[in-house]
């Protein structure tokens, strides 16, 4: 938030001051900053800068204060942002004479000037016209992905990049054989973590930069002028069969100029990518669970939403399959704890939501020793099947928390027996992950034009199999593929959770894999069959 404040305002009056107070009523924990970053009390005497930034950062030390606290939230923004892009414009060309014309016009005549023309060491075509300089072109803009990136959070503080304008053809008025091109300007590379969606501000997509190296031109670089010989019109004519760039009248003039570049906003959306994404009311365990499986360090601390941005954490391949697979390790994500009506904006959990996306399996945590786990449960599970039901087909296992608390520990039976009837039979949709991340629903809905992640959502869970989906409850999805109790804090039963873990991703592997081998097949059939009802059948002897 921002206050404007008029610069003839004496700031340290006493009306301003009740003016302030009195309008604005404001928590104890309110910073002012002045927009060079400069900060005061808001009892500070004698303040006077024109523009304040309120804001007031998450306190950690007292968490029962939220209520009265203003938060500016920049974490809710750090995986969407836009940024306006602008390309370079094209340098000019220029308009030349021939040197000699003048000077020689008199003393010779115009079979001499062309001969001297046709002899002087001008840039000629393959057919003998003269190649004249032109403007460089102005810089391109391309957006890439870059795994040494993290999250989008330095475009809020730079947001508008442009890349360098071509350069003018140097000349002097006069057509020389020194003259060249001017520098063509380099192209402007903006790097952005791996798994980055670009699309145009409320609009069409562009690209999902889902692999390292993926890159899109977002904004051409404008073409440079072409250059134009002067000629007096009676002379015109002869030099056009050297040249066809001479110029024809005044309005000619216009082609000399480089071409202007390009602007776009563009909407830069930070899915994240992982293997598997950590689930569960706020407080239950997940970046504890995070932290004590992988080297991640994610903040943990006993209130909620300590976690707000996704965590990513890398865990040791499988050792069961052998050397050569073991090194291969899988991506867990901590996602912000989802709470009631997160699917409505609640919370922070509607923003992390997407990055659900792109996960091939789901660990929900549930704290056991809360006062109602089951209820907690349902509670993940509801909110993730009213942002996108497809959500709930994906496999899943889930890991009971916090056992060494005795509570906990002494309901465990009851708590898995519950939790593992909750659902159908129905084995988990095991191709979710290869359906959903591709271009193919995302695209399909981005080319729509969409403006908001809502309605994105709203798309997801509609259509005539989501209408059904719809009507369905959560009993209706499948059952988990696991329930396991652990303690992630006293590393209780973690064996046997990675185990469940791995078990599962290896499960959505093969399933993968025997997928992508139906599908290689089926494209065989497909050409066989094209390619049978192409050769004409011949009549049996
Ligand atoms: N006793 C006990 N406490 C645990 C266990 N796991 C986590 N905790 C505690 O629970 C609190 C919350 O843990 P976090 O890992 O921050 O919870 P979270 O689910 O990531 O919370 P959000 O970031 O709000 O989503 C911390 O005080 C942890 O020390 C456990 O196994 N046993």
């Not at 091109?181 to 889902?210: C, E, N, Q, S, W």
């Amino acid at each position: 938030m921002a206050l404007l404040l008029h610069p003839s305002l004496p700031l340290s009056s006493q009306r301003f001051r009740e003016d302030f107070s009195t309008r604005c009523p404001i928590p104890k924990s309110l910073v002012f900053s002045t927009n060079r970053g400069r900060q005061w009390s808001h009892s500070s005497k004698g303040i006077q800068y024109f523009v304040i930034n309120c804001r007031s950062a998450r306190i950690k030390e007292s968490p029962s204060s939220n209520a009265s606290t203003l938060i500016r939230e920049p974490h809710k923004y750090f995986d969407q942002v836009v940024i306006t892009v602008r390309s370079g414009d094209g340098g000019h060309g220029a308009v030349l004479s021939l040197p000699n014309v003048r000077n020689t016009s008199k003393s010779h005549g115009k079979h001499d000037q062309e001969m001297s023309m046709k002899k002087s060491s001008y840039k000629r075509d393959s057919d003998g016209s003269l190649i004249l300089p032109m403007g460089g072109h102005g810089g391109d803009v391309v957006i890439y992905a870059d795994e040494s990136k993290e999250s989008l959070l330095e475009f809020h503080k730079k947001s508008r990049y442009s890349a360098k304008r071509g350069g003018n053809v140097d000349a002097m008025g006069t057509l020389t054989s020194q003259l060249h091109d001017g520098y063509a300007a380099p192209m402007l590379r903006i790097p952005v973590p791996v798994g980055t969606v670009v699309r145009r501000k409320r609009g069409k997509f562009l690209a999902d930069l889902a692999r390292p190296g993926d890159e899109i031109l977002v904004a051409r670089g404008g073409q440079g002028g072409i250059s134009l010989l002067e000629m007096p019109e009676h002379k015109r004519k002869r030099l056009m069969a050297l040249s066809s760039n001479v110029m024809r009248d005044e309005s000619d003039k216009v082609l000399v100029l480089g071409q202007p570049g390009e602007e776009a906003s563009l909407e830069l959306i930070l899915r994240v990518v992982a293997d598997v994404g950590l689930v569960g009311l706020p407080n239950a365990g997940k970046s504890t669970l995070l932290a004590a499986i992988t080297l991640a360090k994610p903040d943990i601390a006993d209130y909620p939403f300590t976690t707000l941005m996704p965590n990513l954490g890398r865990l040791d391949g499988d050792p069961t399959l052998g050397a050569l697979k073991y090194s291969s390790g899988t991506t867990l994500a901590d996602l912000p704890g989802l709470i009631e009506g997160a699917h409505l904006g609640k919370g922070l959990g509607r923003n992390f939501l997407r990055h659900l996306r792109r996960t091939r399996l789901l660990v929900h945590v549930v704290d056991a020793a809360a006062e109602d786990p089951i209820n907690d449960y349902r509670t993940v599970r509801e909110e993730l099947r009213m942002y996108n039901p497809d959500y709930l087909q994906r496999p899943y296992i889930v890991v009971l928390n916090k056992i060494d608390l005795p509570k906990a520990r002494d309901r465990l039976p009851s708590l898995v027996q519950e939790v593992s009837k909750i659902g159908c039979r129905e084995a988990p949709n095991l191709e979710m992950r290869q359906e959903l991340p591709t271009e193919s629903k995302e695209a399909h809905i981005m080319r729509q034009e969409l403006p908001t992640e809502s309605k994105e959502a709203h798309i997801l869970s509609s259509g005539a199999s989501n209408e059904e989906s719809n009507e369905k409850g959560i009993k209706d999805y499948p059952r988990p593929l696991a329930v396991v109790g652990a303690s992630v804090l006293k590393l209780i039963g973690i064996d046997e959770m990675l185990r469940e873990i791995r078990t599962a991703l290896r499960k959505c592997e093969d399933s993968e894999k025997a997928l992508e081998t139906g599908k290689v097949q089926e494209n065989h059939r497909l050409i066989a069959d094209t390619y049978e009802q192409k050769i004409p059948k011949l009549p049996a002897l």
